[in-house]
């Protein structure tokens, strides 16, 4: 995330002389002078002008206008990054995320940027201060401290997460017994709102309006209206099912979730129509367990992770409950498809590799080395369909699928994974914490 901080930088008008030894007793002074009117003698005076006028008497040079006199003064600004996050400073000279000192001509106006690395920018200390915007004049060495930290779920066991359309918002579950959806500012982490929803929700999805909510919890559905709050709640038909991930589809009509139980139904995904809060199909699926689901752009069906028991992702239609098998993706979990719908990602545990696979040919075209964990929501694409973000235990990477290869790690691990619209920030929970990459 980047924060533009401060003003336009002007270098100030810093003079410039050829003469390698200046004179010490004033800009621009002369060792001989001044000529007398009358018989034409010359008679030196150390602070006389070059043009005969006489000039100060000694003394040094100002460091704020030593450029008339060819040797501009420089000072030092010294940077300290507390955090996860990167500062760097136009002009250039400043780069660093931890600590760095750069060296500016006197007068110069330095501007800092900020770039979030696993939190957000919450303010700066020492020459500049406060959250927003930082610019240095330097007529002074001078120090700056950039403090950067990851948003704070307001509760331990930060699960599900799903960013709002218009990029202002985070959706958070927090999976505890008294579940609950947050909603936080994506400008400073801010708590906006804290609904309760039912127990240990996991996923979270949100409509393409922006205006409800999708909650997978134990074994409930709740369909939260954002602007209201006010919560429906969809039960399985199996009081003790586990209800793992949950998607939208495009037109926000309905939403589908995956669910299973031994004793009832052994796998399925369920389809719920988000108008009346009410199940609308429920297709068996002949495995063992179920995990992460993802719908196509068009709508039409609905992709189905196995988990570590299965061998095969299934394709369900979501219209009568076909099911297509695409087989060599062994353990797998979270799923992800292009916005262009050509593709789908699927993580696997399957020699800790990124599964790619065509949606037109419905097979298995290649791999991306990354070990993910075993989230069910643990990998997301760009809304511009060239990079994935997928979350492993002890790291986070950053996919670039033109090469399939890992362009970039995060530190940390987590456990679900969201992508703001702008395709410019990845949200990964972790513990308590909600952390926030810039995404290269």
């Not at 922006?210 to 919560?231: E, I, R």
Request: proline share 4%; aromatic share 4%.
């Amino acid at each position: 995330m980047k924060i533009l901080l401060g003003a336009i930088v002007a270098l100030g008008a810093l003079g410039c002389s050829s003469d390698e030894n200046p004179s010490p007793t004033g800009a621009g002074g002369s060792a001989g002078g001044s000529s007398a009117a009358a018989g034409g003698s010359s008679t030196a005076n150390a602070g006389s002008g070059a043009l005969g006028g006489t000039g100060g008497s000694g003394g040094s040079a100002d460091p704020s206008t030593a450029g008339a006199a060819g040797l501009p003064a420089t000072y030092q600004l010294t940077l300290n990054v507390d955090g996860e996050g990167t500062v760097t400073s136009i002009p250039a000279g400043i780069e660093c995320g931890e600590r760095c000192t750069g060296s500016f001509p006197a007068g110069t106006h330095v501007q800092l940027e900020a770039t979030a690395e696993g939190g957000v920018l919450t303010g700066w200390a020492e020459a500049c201060s406060g959250g927003s915007s930082c610019s240095v004049t330097l007529d002074a060495d001078a120090r700056v401290t950039a403090t950067f930290e990851p948003f704070r779920a307001g509760g331990a066991n930060a699960h599900g997460i799903a960013v709002t359309p218009d990029g202002t918002r985070a959706l958070v579950t927090l999976a505890n017994s008294s579940g609950m959806l947050q909603v936080l500012s994506l400008a400073d982490g801010s708590l906006l709102d804290s609904i309760p929803v039912g127990s240990f929700p996991s996923a979270v999805a949100v409509t393409p309006d922006g205006t409800k909510a999708v909650v997978n919890n134990l074994s409930t559905v709740s369909v939260v209206t954002l602007a209201t709050k006010a919560v429906a709640t969809v039960a399985s038909p199996c009081a003790s099912d586990t209800l793992y991930d949950v998607a939208v589809a495009p037109d926000g009509e309905s939403a589908v979730t995956t669910m299973f139980n031994g004793n009832c139904v052994t796998n399925s995904v369920a389809v719920i129509a988000l108008g009346t809060a009410s199940m609308q199909n429920q297709y068996s699926i002949p495995a063992q367990l179920s995990a992460g689901i993802a719908v196509t752009p068009d709508g039409t069906s609905a992709l189905v992770a196995l988990g570590i028991l299965s061998t095969k992702v299934s394709r369900v239609a979501l219209s009568g409950g076909a099911i297509t098998d695409i087989t060599n993706t062994s353990s797998s979990f979270g799923i992800a498809v292009t916005p262009d719908g050509s593709e789908a990602l699927i993580a696997s545990g399957d020699g800790d590799t990124i599964k790619r696979v065509s949606l037109g040919s419905n097979a298995v075209t290649g791999s991306i080395d990354y070990a993910s964990n075993q989230d069910p929501h643990n990998i997301a694409i760009t809304p511009d369909g060239t990079r994935a973000v997928a979350v492993g235990s002890f790291d986070v990477g950053v996919l670039l699928l033109s090469s399939g290869t890992v362009s970039k790690t995060f530190s940390g691990g987590g456990r679900s994974v969201a992508i703001t619209r702008d395709g410019k920030r990845a949200l990964v929970t972790l513990g308590s914490d909600v952390r926030v990459f810039a995404l290269p």
